[in-house]
């Protein structure tokens, strides 16, 4: 019987695209459903939806966590774990799905190992935002906790646009989370790792300071150094993942900042620069947790 595959997903991008055409290369049946049409009853943990049978999957790949209101994404990662309770292989894991797309929790944990990253101060005050900013250096960069892409990010140098753009945040009830800026001639890195190793990585080169592919960046094939691949490699223990988007930052001064962990990476622009086609990899980490 062919494997039923469920990618989990609000839309119909190219990624997901990409992962349909290579699972369908393999003889899989593949359905799109979307995370706001699970519903649960309990204690029996039946699942349903008007779309499709939601237990009929082999398993179900994640490919977005959409933004919505806290109790619908609380109820959306939820449904993740009941699944994995009923037996079912979610990939990425729930845990890694739920701390990745916390930007806190990435940095706590990141800092508690003593792996690099920006200075950054998370609070709920006006009045500490702005304490903050000037302690981080009159340059930071402002990121929603939960978000990608690159959208919602903003940098913030000028204290009057500080004040105007913190008033606002805070009269929305947004937790202000601050990095300082790290001059980076423009560029990042991004490593792609699977079951613990490198798959492929690459600059991303753009032509301000956010370097997203999504914002316009050029990617260019890119050679991980052995300390950058050690680092990594700790990172991808850390969170016992499937696969991983790793981001990292060279500052002007040369020392290596680890920005980000994303556990629901894209890779277009990686796949230009790759010759193994990465959707065969993830599609291989699915076909190593049913197995398991």
Same mark, same amino acid.
């Given at each position: 019987m062919a494997m039923r595959l469920a990618i989990v997903s609000s839309g119909k991008g190219w990624q997901s695209e990409e992962l349909k055409d290579a699972a369908l290369k393999r003889g899989w049946h593949v359905d799109f459903v979307? &995370? !706001?049409? %699970?519903? /649960?009853?309990l204690p029996s943990f039946e699942f349903y939806s008007l779309e499709s049978d939601l237990l009929g999957y082999d398993a179900y790949l994640v490919r977005s966590i959409p933004i919505g209101s806290l109790e619908q994404i609380i109820f959306r990662l939820d449904v993740l774990y009941a699944l994995e309770m009923v037996g079912k292989p979610v990939i990425n894991p729930s845990f890694v799905i739920e701390k990745t797309v916390d930007k806190l929790y990435t940095s706590m944990l990141l800092s508690r @190992? $003593? /792996?690099?990253? &920006?200075?950054?101060a998370v609070v709920e005050r006006f009045s500490d935002a702005i304490r903050w900013y000037k302690l981080l250096g009159g340059d930071v960069v402002i990121k929603p906790i939960f978000g990608s892409? $690159?959208?919602? /990010?903003? !940098?913030?140098?000028?204290e009057d646009l500080a004040h105007r753009i913190f008033r606002y945040l805070e009269l929305g009830r947004y937790v202000f989370y601050l990095q @300082? %800026?790290? &001059?980076?001639?423009d560029e990042d890195i991004r490593v792609f790792m699977a079951r613990g190793e490198i798959v492929s990585a690459m600059i991303r080169k753009g032509s301000f300071w956010k370097t997203n592919i999504y914002q316009g960046a050029v990617p260019m094939a890119f050679d991980v150094p052995k300390e950058m691949e050690r680092i990594c490699k700790r990172v991808f223990e850390l969170f016992k993942a499937d696969y991983l988007g790793i981001d990292i930052v060279f500052s002007e001064k040369g020392e290596m900042y680890l920005l980000e962990v994303n556990g629901i990476p894209g890779w277009r622009g990686l796949q230009s620069v790759t010759e193994k086609r990465i959707a065969d990899v993830i599609l291989d980490c699915v076909e190593r947790r049913i197995s398991s």
């Open positions: 979307s &995370p !706001r049409a %699970f519903s /649960i009853s @190992e $003593g /792996i690099l990253t &920006p200075k950054t892409n $690159g959208l919602g /990010i903003m !940098r913030v140098d000028n @300082e %800026f790290i &001059p980076h001639n």
